[in-house]
């Protein structure tokens, strides 16, 4: 509460490029977009869907691939009830398949309130249109075009 959460799936083996990787490369470049913009008032979150795998100390070394600087952006795992629980809430498919887990891609906007913004259903968003959307629902310009 209070920040404005930008949150994603990822898990770290993902080997396909236009995904979990891209999703990750974008929110590296919204870090550093937001961080120059926003002091304190915005988050991002990974969560990985391979807790199996996806220890604390491997999610840690994919972020460092990415960048992360840990104030701003956290990865996070945690039990198969919590990620499918979260995942549902997002309406976000995943399966584990021959080694591989099979997804499709949510990205989701969350605002200081706690309320979605907004959700991007596939990988064709932009950090640019994400940092748009932050900064409407950060100074409220969209609760004043919405009224």
């Known amino acids: 509460r209070g920040k404005a959460v930008v949150l994603t799936f990822i898990y770290t083996r993902c080997p396909l490029p236009n995904f979990c990787p891209l999703m990750s490369g974008n929110f590296s470049q919204l870090e550093r ?3 120059s913009e926003f002091t ?21 070394a994919y972020g460092a691939r990415y960048h992360a600087s840990y104030q701003d952006w956290t990865f996070a795992t945690g039990s198969t009830e919590q990620i499918q629980g979260v995942a549902e809430l997002m309406g976000l498919y995943y399966a584990k ?22 959700l991007w259903k596939s990988n064709v968003w932009t ?10 629902t950060i100074s409220g310009t969209r609760d004043v075009a919405a009224r």
């Open 33 to 35: 977009r937001l961080g």
């Open 127 to 136: 950090p640019y249109e994400v940092q748009r959307m932050v900064r409407e």
């Open 97 to 118: 398949e021959n080694g591989l887990i099979s997804h499709d891609l949510r990205t989701a906007l969350i605002g200081p309130d706690g309320r979605l913004i907004h």
């Open 40 to 60: 304190n008032e915005f988050h991002l979150l990974s969560i990985s869907m391979d807790s199996e795998f996806d220890t604390p100390e491997v999610l840690k």
